[in-house]
């Protein structure tokens, strides 16, 4: 049987859940018997079926299951979660061929689904088209590995390389087909945040509202609590989080103040808390101090800059310099250059 072609198709299932699934996973499994699929499933929403389940529900003549492969993305949880193991009902199904992509970071796995498996009498190959599937899922791995969200950089920049005008004068410089593009890159993302300035002077809303999807956390930096409450950030209409240096008494629960030490790194302190709130991946748009200070400390995985192919500013706040990272692709998005990095996976500088 051809293992790459049928774990490919799990994986195509699998991205079929992307912006639903998190905090968990995006997994995908397909059931094979003699050169046939007779069943497919993919995990669609956090607290729903798994995909092991969903495609074992799919086939319509169960006892084929114990001479079927079963092909699925990530290895089978092992525990009691909000649905029962899948290594349990793959057991119970009667399936005693798996394959696997990758194995489960998540301590409460671990190899533990895998070893069920086996103790049970079944054949278990791990490791088929093992890259893709870390691509896939690269949110949840570095949340169980690096212990924090996996962090995406965004910034619009002019021809002529400022984010905006004089004195932080709010300029508009990518095209409408840009922002929808943002629009559902936010959906996609659990959380997004913002440093004080921008919050001051663009008063952004960081929701979804031109594109169908859950909008993210917000995150919003205020060490000396100086932003008005009339901004936008502020009017509960989605869950918001604030990091300062200051006490604040807690008023609505869409609108929680965290208070963080001087004495220690104010970034390390919200990426632990975030991570703490099992917020897999983080969305930042600025401004340039707050993605400068990410790029200086290395903290971060990918950085997604349009660059206007003709607003030229002329003076005002410089964009973010690339120092280093490697440079994907360069995308045409209307009127603008979309530039995608990926950050070199040195380790981490010391500010």
Known sequence: MNDELY????????????????PNPMVGCVVVHEGRIIGEGWHRAFGGPHAEVNAIASVQDKSLLPKSRVYVTLEPCSHF?????CADLLISSGVRDVVICNTDPNP?????????????????????LENEGLELNKRFFTFYTQKRPYIVLKWAESADGFIS???????QISGPLSRRLVHKWR?????????????????????????????????VID??????????????SQP???????????????????????DESLLDQIMADLHARKVLSLLVEGGTYLIKSLLKENLWDEARCFRSMSRVIGEGT?????????????QHVGADQLFHYKNDPSPRHNP
């Open 223 to 236: 060490r000396k609590l100086r932003l008005p409450d009339h901004l936008h950030l502020f009017d509960k």
């Open 7 to 22: 774990m490919r198709r799990a994986l195509e299932l699998a991205k079929m859940g992307s912006g639903y699934t998190s």
């Open 318 to 330: 410089q964009a973010p310099p690339m120092a280093h990272g490697q440079l994907l692709e360069v």
């Open 108 to 128: 409460l796995v671990a190899g533990r689904g895998i070893k069920k498996l086996f103790e049970a009498g079944a054949q278990v190959k791990v490791g088929v």
């Open 240 to 262: 918001t989080v604030v990091y300062t240096y200051k006490q604040k008494e807690q008023l609505h629960d869409h609108l929680q103040y965290v208070q963080v030490s001087e």
């Open 165 to 171: 005008g004089p004195n932080y004068e709010q300029i």
């Open 81 to 85: 979660g909000k649905t029962p193991p």
């Open 187 to 219: 959906s996609e993302e659990q959380a997004i945040m913002v440093g004080s300035h921008t919050a001051a002077y663009d008063n952004p809303r960081l929701d979804t509202r031109f594109w169908p999807g859950h909008s993210p956390l917000r995150v």
